[in-house]
């Protein structure tokens, strides 16, 4: 099969690779449909953080080709999204709705081979716990859109918001207009939010689907500029969640800056060199929750929520490539010419 | 009038002082009834932290005797409760219930002339936004140490309650045996815990008023061997919530340490050299709430708690000094031989 393979920095190509095969029986063979490439894929691809050669991606939706003799609720030929980390689904951590702390969890693509979304079949541990099945597959394009973006950015935006406790009436700052950010602008609207104010980029098309899905005022200043409008916005009060949608040391300070006293940092974005200043977050009753989204605990919420045609989050999407145009989905994204590149793999 | 005064590490003494006056005309005078010591004061007293030479205690209650021309619910010959803080209960972050944050607010004992609790007359600024009336003055002594718990101590517990988020049927983990440690556990009970682990010292006075107050399991262990204990009781797991009631580095460690996937760290105690991992939290999905109290905001619901007799926390007391005999009242619970010292200033 086809691969997508991480090389080094800023190299990913497409090789050839085994078609992967059961290995547990509670595994199943994925073919991939859709795939797409993630602003977290951006560190390692830009040299940030570590990551192993190899297998990469962790996003797919895509139909089953094959499952193992423990496999009881997914089926061949089901239309399935897989959500970017894989869980059994029935540890105390998944009961509680954090599948990520799943005691059996992982995350695609982290370079072995068969695990990488970005390819034309996964290999998916745990398929009972981790595969939500589709009803149908008569969708349109934008509609496939959509349910892609549930396998990771829109169940990470909509973490972010209800980490941060949004409610109805609140005034909502969101640190980063990427797609995590827009998703994040979505589901603050989503749970009430009568202000969402987003602190970003200057680029224009992010502005404009963030307005486009509740955002109410655009700063696309940075550091203690930002700070200062948002608190000229608010009449220095803060804002009353915060969704911090980047991971950097500069948007953690923003985001605990711009937090009203008694507020949440709902924090979605990888750290990646970040401080939590104890002692200033104490004297203001800032709080902080937040990591890896468990998406599988929103998937039901959010599908059904595409399905009525209550948000359309595939319209983050504003790039398509094939697998064999990788390298140019990353680049893209890299150069922020795309906010994300979505992946056609192979027909529904 | 006689005043508590700080002199420098390990001296406490009382001096003659002018009685303080009204200065502002929405300040109230009170005569203080009864005070106490804190077990943040030791950290002054220890030397660990900062703090001028000058007027100490934060939490006392007493009789108004005076007030300007501008306090207007808050009348003379009331009996009142003040909260270690003062704030306007006006502005935006009182409204909100974060009076700690209110952006006139103050702490009690900063010093200043006039300004501390330990003393038989204390300037109380914002005196209709700050004080909390009290009906009736006939009542026992148990009930009146319980009522001056509510001026920290117990709000404090409580506010680490709530802020871990702790609901019925929770395991809870309390780190700390401390008068507020202490408080931690009652406030537990009361939001409905089933199952609530004290982390604390080996003193048996704080494990049979721990038992008491509703606590299941006491380890008496310290870090690694605290963590690994707790982690035993709960099948690995960790604890639904997490009070954090000393402010220490390791007592920080051992908190996110204990804290289950997606559980909340509610830190009250004042944090010294204590740091936030970003990224080990972050992968655990671990928040953190919490701050200086705003008991004003707990006040009425904990007020009614103790005049109904559901609670009787004013057993953290189990010395009772004058005020002329404060230097004993700071030296008992230094040496550990008081969990809290109960200072009687003058008559109801």
């Not at 090389?7 to 095969?21: F, H, I, M």
């Amino acid at each position: 099969m086809k691969a997508a393979i991480f090389k080094g920095k800023g190299q990913v190509v497409v090789e050839e690779r085994p078609k992967p095969t059961v290995r547990e029986q509670t595994d199943a063979i994925v073919r991939v449909v859709l795939a797409c490439v993630c602003g977290s894929d951006l560190w390692f691809y830009r040299g940030v953080s570590d990551h192993p050669v190899g297998s990469v991606g962790h996003e797919f939706i895509g139909i089953v080709e094959e499952i193992g003799t423990d496999v009881k609720d997914i089926k061949q030929g089901d239309f399935v999204i897989a959500p970017f980390a894989y869980s059994d689904g029935v540890c105390a951590n998944c009961k509680a709705g954090f599948q990520t702390a799943c005691i059996h969890a992982g995350f695609f693509g982290q370079g072995a081979e068969g695990d990488g979304g970005q390819a034309e079949f996964v290999r998916v541990p745990y398929a009972d716990g981790t595969l939500f099945t589709v009803q149908g597959k008569d969708f349109s394009d934008e509609t496939l859109a959509s349910l892609l973006s549930l396998t990771d950015v829109m169940g990470t935006g909509y973490h972010a918001a209800v980490s941060a406790g949004v409610k109805a009436g609140d005034t909502v700052a969101v640190v980063g207009d990427g797609a995590v950010g827009l998703s994040g602008v979505i589901s603050a609207k989503m749970l009430g939010a009568e202000r969402i104010i987003v602190l970003g980029s200057t680029h224009e098309d992010r502005h404009k689907l963030a307005r486009e899905w509740g955002a109410t005022d655009i700063v696309d200043a940075r550091g203690d500029e930002a700070v200062k409008v948002l608190m000229d916005l608010t009449d220095n009060v803060g804002a009353n969640a915060v969704l911090e949608c980047v991971g950097s040391d500069e948007s953690y300070k923003t985001a605990f800056a711009i937090a009203r006293a008694g507020a949440i940092v709902g924090r979605v974005g990888v750290p990646h060199n970040a401080e939590v200043d104890a002692t200033g977050t104490f004297y203001r009753n800032v709080g902080m929750r937040g990591g890896p989204a468990p998406v599988r605990a929103y998937m039901q919420h959010l599908y059904d929520a595409v399905i009525n045609g209550d948000i359309n989050t595939g319209k983050v999407f504003d790039l398509t490539t094939s697998l064999d145009d990788i390298a140019e989905a990353y680049a893209a994204m890299d150069e922020r010419r795309a906010i994300k590149t979505l992946v056609k793999v192979s027909e529904l």
